[in-house]
């Protein structure tokens, strides 16, 4: 018999104040589900907007009321460990919401595809004569509301979760209804189902490597409270190759979700395939969430062992910058171009993180939240260029759009040159973030690589621009559809933000530097 | 009964399904692989639950069934839609995004 | 009791099976190969065989399939809790009444979306 099933049971203590954002995401997704369930098809639509909006808005109102109350300086680890309450969790917490207000925003809009960008029935056959009929007439279903919910209060217990179970449940959360998500597209159906096949194959085959992370820094650490773990790097008398190997395995799951090379495959065709809006969301908050739980493990249960594994994953970061600012270079559709374009981001993020300094955390962090809203804007706009197929994402459909619609080109202009680090937009003060955070923490080879690829990537950019300004429009060019009020909101949000975090960017970064100490 | 001989066939289990992931065409096949290889994991934590002498291995083997059981659920309902469009599960004929 | 009358027939297996490996490899590498239509098709007269499919089950075979799956999981969780109810209490309670709540609630969705009609 074993003597540990006869110890007595200590209970965990909750403190339920500390994760009450987290509560009320989950609750409120179930709130959803449930006026899924039981209201008239024709209230559904208003109710999920407001339910998901109030949810997101009343979380984001808790984590600035923990934050005000001190959680920020004195951190707490609550049920049993598993949840860690201190800045960089709140932080990170606060960013998800608040690029995920954005999101539904986007998700929400009806007026720009008549009765919104999603499917009205998931499980009628794509291509049969009833799915004509619906992509005609019936507007989108209302469960991506609910899904987009559990998805955010997923990621949010992915970047407060403090031991790798916790972590991996979370991740599971936020994964199961993204992949859902992506293959909900109203039209060209085939294309977001296949996005959803590759994301879903791809994303379990990443969380097993995960699971058996976990399972070998067990075995090394006998606990997988990150705490444990960090002691036992320092003291454990056990193989340390255990924990490389464990090690290894969990990087392999988190930097797939950040699209980080050799991990990215998936990311291009995902992006493209998947509803707009839903690809806005993924590209903005999932990189948050991703690189919250990166931080997390490197910062608190790997800190002590940095000079064995940081160069490797220097090399990783390399690999991204370089390798997503050379394919950008050769895209044709202004998705897959965001896509690579994001790949190098995180190439960017991954620099700030290897910092492993103060300023790596509080950089990275003004990163995260600097890249997802141009992103989100980026994709918002790219929602208006339309033809009868809907987008019109070939690059060679963009052409004399500057003619055509001038303050859509001229909005997307902006974005582009933050995206190619043009002073006085956020693009420039996230990469002199991350750059110079990498510099005082002595990796300058990095650095330079950095500095190489923004610059290459800013061709693909600069392309677009030249595209629409300097070319004839083709004789069936697409329309520019009039935005209405919530994606019209969404992009003046993205704009302002990536204008205002240009030009007086203190105003964040004070914010990741007092929120930048892990509780650990 | 050393607990290492478990250990050495989670690890064998792990790289079966990660080999039949890479190399098998139907998704369904390639699914069942990830499940082995979920497995694979469950076994190595609860092996280590053995040589720790703590239950808290046996206690994540029951969560990570469970988060692969609804993974099996949402992979299936996407893997059923394409099929049903496409008459064909095979990972080949999802050629359509590209450049 | 001893084994030795069964030695031979010990040895006859062995042999039998020796001299069929023997056969099957030998025949194929010294035989000659002359292939035709007539000799690559069955040795059957009659109409050409062909497999028969099995059939496809219906749809909701899936989708009934999958919701036992998923609400049959749930129950590992109550075995632990129900075996150590003494010591975790009032607590273990109301942490179980919520999940089991949770578990409701998507039941509750999938009752009213016809998930468990069955046809």
């Known amino acids: 018999m074993n003597p540990v099933l006869a110890a007595d049971i200590t209970l965990p203590h909750i403190n339920y104040g500390a994760i009450a954002p987290i509560l009320i995401l989950l609750g409120m997704a179930c709130v959803g589900v449930l006026a899924e369930a039981f209201l008239p098809r024709t209230l559904r639509y208003p109710v999920q907007v407001l339910v998901s909006l109030v949810a997101q808005v009343a979380g984001l109102a808790t984590i600035i009321g923990l934050a005000l109350s001190n959680y920020a300086k004195k951190p707490t680890l609550t049920a049993g460990d598993a949840l860690a309450v201190d800045g960089p969790g709140l932080f990170l917490q606060g960013a998800v919401l608040v690029l995920g207000i954005v999101a539904t925003l986007l998700i929400a809009e009806r007026s720009v595809e008549r009765g919104g960008a999603f499917v009205a029935q998931a499980a009628v056959t794509a291509g049969s004569e009833a799915d004509a009929e619906q992509a005609r007439r019936q507007p989108s279903q209302t469960e991506i509301f609910p899904l987009s919910l559990f998805a955010l209060g997923g990621m949010m217990l992915f970047v407060s979760a403090n031991d790798l179970l916790t972590m991996f449940v979370a991740l599971e959360v936020f994964s199961l209804p993204l992949y859902l998500m992506c293959a909900l597209a109203r039209r060209r159906r085939l294309l977001s189902q296949e996005a959803a096949v590759k994301y879903f194959l791809l994303g379990a085959f990443s969380s097993a490597f995960f699971v058996y992370g976990i399972a070998m820094l067990y075995g090394f650490a006998g606990s997988v409270k990150f705490h444990d773990i960090a002691v036992a790097a320092i003291s454990s008398g056990k193989s340390d190759l255990l924990m490389f190997i464990g090690l290894a395995m969990l990087a392999i799951g988190l930097l797939f979700k950040a699209a980080a090379v050799p991990f990215h495959v998936w990311t291009p065709d995902v992006y493209q395939g998947a509803p707009t809006p839903v690809t806005a969301l993924m590209a903005s908050c999932t990189k948050v969430a991703a690189f919250g739980g990166i931080l997390r493990i490197f910062y608190v249960a790997f800190l002590d062992s940095r000079w064995d594994w940081r160069p490797v994953i220097g090399v990783i970061a390399v690999l991204t910058m370089v390798i997503g600012a050379i394919l950008a270079v050769t895209q044709t559709d202004i998705k897959r171009l965001l896509a690579y374009s994001s790949i190098a981001n995180a190439g960017y993020v991954l620099t700030g993180v290897l910092a492993m300094q103060k300023d790596g955390i509080s950089s990275s962090l003004f990163y995260l939240v600097t890249y997802g809203f141009t992103v989100l804007a980026a994709f918002g706009l790219v929602t208006l260029v339309r033809d009868q197929d809907g987008e019109a994402t070939h690059l060679s459909r963009w052409a004399g759009l500057g003619r055509k619609a001038p303050v859509l080109a001229g909005v997307f202009t902006f974005l582009m040159l933050s995206f190619a680090g043009i002073p006085l937009t956020s693009g420039f003060t996230g990469k002199f973030a991350v750059f110079s955070a990498a510099l005082g923490g002595g990796q300058t080879t990095l650095v330079i690589f950095g500095v190489l690829s923004s610059v290459l990537l800013a061709f693909p950019y600069l392309r677009v621009v030249v595209l629409m300004y300097l070319q004839e429009p083709a004789a069936d060019a697409p329309t520019v559809a009039v935005p209405g009020a919530l994606t019209s909101a969404a992009l003046a949000i993205g704009a302002i933000v990536t204008l205002l975090l240009g030009v007086w960017p203190s105003v964040l970064l004070d914010v990741a530097n007092s929120a930048a100490q892990f509780v650990g | ?99 | 009791m001893s084994i030795a009358p069964y030695v031979p027939i010990a040895g006859l297996l062995v042999l039998g099976a020796l001299f069929a490996l023997f056969s099957c490899t030998i025949a194929p590498l010294v035989g000659p190969k002359r292939f035709n239509k007539a000799k690559l098709e069955a040795y059957e007269c009659g109409i050409e065989p062909a497999p028969v499919p099995a059939g496809r089950f219906p749809i909701r075979f899936y989708l009934t399939a999958m919701l036992f799956i998923v609400f049959d999981i749930e129950i590992i969780f109550l075995y632990p809790w129900a075996v150590s109810f003494d010591m975790l209490g009032t607590f273990g309670f109301v942490e179980m009444l919520l999940f089991i709540v949770t578990v409701f609630i998507a039941y509750a969705y999938v009752w009213r979306r016809g998930g468990l009609d069955w046809d």
Do not use: H, W
């Open chain 2, 1 to 99: 009964m050393t607990p290492t001989y478990y250990l050495v066939l989670s690890a064998a289990l792990f790289c079966v399904g990660a080999v039949g992931v890479l190399i098998r065409r139907n998704a369904i096949v390639v699914f069942m692989s990830v499940e082995l290889m979920l497995n694979a994991g469950n076994l190595a934590l609860v092996t280590f639950a053995r040589i720790n002498g703590s239950l808290d291995g046996q206690i994540m083997a029951f969560f990570v069934m469970v988060v692969a059981a609804a993974e099996v659920v949402v992979g299936l309902a996407i893997i059923m839609s394409i099929f049903r469009t496409r008459r064909s599960a095979s990972v080949d004929d999802s050629n359509l995004l590209k450049y």
